[in-house]
């Protein structure tokens, strides 16, 4: 159906009555739209409160609006439920005090015409058609469809206070106002210094649950989380203030009935490439078992799909994580009663068989892996040895180049256990070497290490952090030598700022953040960004 003709089909005007099945019958109008006419007087019995999700919005952000219809009177009330969607009768002014005009999407959709219809001394609800009010073509999808929403929308751009009100029939609402921020993040963060800590939170895109975040050398963000429809990336360019378009991550082709994908690292490569690692359900669905593997896609810059999944290693394995260097070195590393990795020398196109790192390593097999190139060139891994139920933490350098391989222990704190404690822990680069951050015991513990590994001054610092099974923390290095440890539990984050000597810097941090996964930044003006 074209533009026109539902723009048409919008603009009839109705009336007409239907009689109930029910002991007694009541008289429905559907009203038109527009101005009174001569023979029929407004229906004062009628009332209209429009409201909003949120009494603030960012910059971008999708507003999304509450429409409530009162009927207070002795006859039924029935309105054409796609005029509420197409915004008719809609009118907003703007901070400037002018009014908003309408934005056409160019696009064409079709479907039944649907009604809102309100029994005498009843009320309905109204919100799903008016999501979305203010995002244009590319956004104003229904969510987990690819059915546009409507041929128009209400550019809400400039920040302030805009005031809404919608037309039914011939029912006007209430007033509603809006605000929209500044470009100045805002932090929902609790029982935090913020003026010490410069510790930031942002929501992820479409209610996702955090994976990784990484910010290049331009300052662009970018940023993998997981749905229930699969891993998806955004990037910002803006300091994570807004978000352009999100990609999915798994292409149509590899996605099969029952199989779900979940997003485990990500990293950015030679040239912006984005490098992404992937589990999947595979062995719950008693696939082959070939299928229990390291899945990887990998994203060019400019293009606006991800390449096809790949399997990797074609091995039962997990732990999976990622690191690449600006040579077009990238190395997926993971587990499989042993600590294995697979390499490539041409920025992601290629991989080369699997090989184990050292026979000697015994790695806590439900455990993970993480990595990163150091300055240097080498790789550095993290992971949790287990000899002798030994569970202490572990770097290995490798300098793939040379294939010369050492291991320094990291964690001071010993931990004995005659089972996997399935933990998560991270590895970052920091200037002069890394910063390690693991668990022990459920005690969160972080150091800074110089290039070999070593520990350095005061050691192993204790945080305020606990963890549970196979929960996320990070460690974000700051300009100024500063150190951002945060980590995930109990579906809250958490975190602690240090300074450059590895002491407190104000109080600790939290937020309420779902799930288990956790993902941040340093961003390009010092402050650390975290995602919730």
């Known amino acids: 159906?074209?533009?026109?003709?539902?723009?048409?089909?919008?603009?009839?005007?109705?009336?007409?009555?239907?009689?109930l099945s029910s002991p007694a019958e009541a008289t429905f109008q559907i009203v038109p739209q527009g101005k009174l006419g001569a023979d029929r007087a407004a229906r004062e019995d009628i009332q209209l409160t429009l409201a909003s999700v949120r009494e603030e919005y960012r910059p971008g952000e999708a507003v999304n609006l509450i429409l409530s219809i009162k009927n207070n009177g002795k006859e039924g009330f029935s309105f054409i439920k796609d005029k509420l969607r197409e915004l008719n009768g809609f009118a907003m002014t703007g901070p400037d005090g002018k009014e908003v005009k309408q934005v056409l999407n160019p696009v064409e959709f079709g479907g039944?015409?649907?009604?809102?219809?309100?029994?005498?001394?009843?009320?309905?609800?109204?919100?799903?058609?008016?999501?979305?009010?203010?995002?244009?073509?590319?956004?104003?999808?229904?969510p987990g469809t690819?059915?546009?929403?409507?041929?128009?929308?209400?550019?809400?751009?400039?920040?302030?206070?805009?005031?809404?009100?919608?037309?039914?029939?011939?029912?006007?609402?209430?007033?509603?106002?809006?605000?929209?921020?500044?470009?100045?993040?805002?932090?929902?963060?609790?029982?935090?210094?913020?003026?010490?800590?410069?510790?930031?939170?942002?929501?992820?895109?479409?209610?996702?649950?955090?994976?990784?975040?990484?910010?290049?050398?331009?300052?662009?963000?970018?940023?993998?989380?997981?749905?229930?429809?699969?891993?998806?990336y955004a990037k910002s360019t803006d300091n994570g203030i807004t978000f352009g378009s999100v990609l999915p991550v798994v292409d149509k082709e590899s996605q099969k009935p029952g199989l779900e994908f979940e997003g485990a690292d990500m990293v950015v490569g030679k040239g912006g490439r984005i490098h992404i690692a992937m589990s999947t359900n595979a062995w719950k669905l008693k696939l082959p078992e070939t299928e229990w593997a390291f899945f990887y896609?990998?994203?060019?810059?400019?293009?606006?799909?991800?390449?096809?999944?790949?399997?990797?290693?074609?091995?039962?394995?997990?732990?999976?994580?990622?690191?690449?260097?600006?040579?077009?070195?990238?190395?997926?590393?993971?587990?499989?009663?042993?600590?294995?990795?697979?390499?490539?020398?041409d920025n992601g196109k290629t991989f080369a068989p699997w090989q184990e790192i050292d026979p000697a390593y015994d790695p806590c097999n439900c455990?993970?892996?993480?990595?990163?190139?150091?300055?240097?060139?080498?790789?550095?891994?993290?992971?949790?040895?287990?000899?002798?139920?030994?569970?202490?933490?572990?770097?290995?350098?490798?300098?793939?180049?040379?294939?010369?391989?050492?291991?320094?222990?990291?964690?001071?704190?010993?931990?004995?256990?005659?089972?996997?404690?399935?933990?998560?822990?991270?590895?970052s680069r920091r200037q002069g070497g890394f910063v390690a951050v693991w668990p022990t015991k459920g005690q969160i513990y972080f150091a800074r290490l110089d290039s070999k590994g070593q520990q350095l001054p005061p050691g192993e610092i204790k945080t305020p952090g606990k963890a549970g099974h196979r929960t996320g923390m990070l460690?974000?290095?700051?300009?100024?030598?500063?150190?951002?440890?945060?980590?995930?539990?109990?579906?809250?984050?958490?975190?602690?700022?240090?300074?450059?000597?590895?002491?407190?810097?104000?109080?600790?941090?939290?937020?309420?953040?779902?799930?288990?996964g956790i993902a941040g930044v340093a961003d390009k003006d010092g402050s650390f960004l975290l995602f919730r």
């Not at 159906?1 to 603009?11: E, F, G, L, N």
């Not at 990484?214 to 429809?229: E, F, P, S, V």
């Not at 060019?300 to 799909?305: F, Y």
């Not at 993970?368 to 240097?376: F, K, L, R």
């Open 1 to 19: 159906m074209s533009v026109r003709k539902i723009q048409a089909a919008c603009a009839l005007v109705m009336v007409m009555t239907m009689s």
């Open 112 to 142: 039944p015409v649907t009604f809102v219809t309100v029994k005498p001394g009843e009320a309905v609800t109204v919100k799903d058609v008016l999501e979305h009010v203010n995002l244009s073509i590319n956004l104003s999808k229904v």
């Open 297 to 345: 896609a990998t994203l060019e810059p400019g293009a606006r799909a991800f390449t096809p999944v790949r399997n990797l290693n074609g091995k039962p394995s997990e732990g999976f994580s990622l690191a690449a260097d600006e040579k077009g070195n990238v190395s997926a590393c993971w587990l499989s009663d042993k600590l294995y990795v697979n390499v490539s020398y």
């Open 146 to 232: 690819q059915r546009y929403l409507r041929h128009m929308y209400y550019p809400m751009e400039a920040p302030g206070i805009y005031r809404l009100r919608i037309q039914v029939g011939d029912v006007t609402s209430n007033e509603l106002q809006v605000k929209v921020l500044g470009k100045r993040r805002t932090s929902l963060a609790v029982n935090a210094d913020d003026s010490i800590n410069k510790v930031l939170t942002v929501p992820v895109p479409d209610h996702g649950q955090p994976v990784a975040a990484k910010a290049d050398t331009k300052g662009t963000i970018h940023l993998l989380y997981n749905t229930a429809r699969g891993p998806h």
């Open 367 to 427: 455990c993970t892996t993480s990595a990163v190139y150091g300055a240097d060139g080498k790789l550095a891994v993290l992971y949790r040895e287990e000899t002798n139920n030994d569970r202490d933490m572990y770097l290995v350098l490798w300098d793939q180049g040379q294939r010369q391989v050492s291991r320094t222990r990291v964690s001071s704190t010993l931990w004995k256990i005659d089972s996997c404690p399935m933990t998560y822990y991270s590895i």
């Open 475 to 516: 460690a974000l290095n700051g300009p100024d030598g500063s150190t951002l440890v945060a980590w995930k539990k109990d579906d809250h984050l958490g975190w602690q700022l240090y300074d450059a000597k590895g002491q407190p810097a104000g109080s600790p941090g939290s937020a309420s953040s779902p799930g288990n």
